[in-house]
């Protein structure tokens, strides 16, 4: 009896963490497809580097999405070190990817982020 239970608990714990691993899987998936958009939007800028900073796909609107991203330009500052941008976009669901619906304010808060998606400042 005791190794059937012991068996049974590894099933099951093995299913879990394949479900867990699925789950983070399309997470980063969405997460990779915003930033695709984000690279799309800012293609003909002079674009060093770009950081997804926070990606929050709405609530109640499962077709939008909040991301935030740290744009490092190729142009330097007074100071010699290159000019970074802090960067807010509302995203629309556009078939199995992402497209930038409208820029807005730059925030790693999920609260200050669905204010944004709900198209409140």
């Not at 997470?27 to 997804?52: G, I, Y």
């Not at 926070?54 to 190729?74: E, I, L, R, S, W």
């Not at 802090?86 to 629309?92: C, D």
């Amino acid at each position: 009896m005791n190794r059937y239970r012991a068996k049974t608990q590894t099933v099951s714990l093995l299913i879990f963490f394949t479900l867990l691993l699925a789950l983070v899987s399309a997470c980063n998936s969405k997460q990779e497809k915003a930033r695709k958009a984000v690279e799309e939007k800012l293609k003909n800028m002079p674009v060093r580097e770009m950081t997804v900073d926070f990606f929050h796909p709405a609530d109640n609107m499962p077709d939008k999405a909040y991301v935030a991203v740290t744009v490092t330009y190729n142009y330097a500052t007074s100071d010699r070190s290159f000019q970074k941008e802090y960067l807010g976009y509302i995203l629309k669901q556009d078939g199995q990817n992402w497209a930038v619906e409208r820029s807005t304010l730059y925030t790693k808060e999920k609260d200050r982020a669905e204010t944004a998606l709900a198209g409140h400042k």
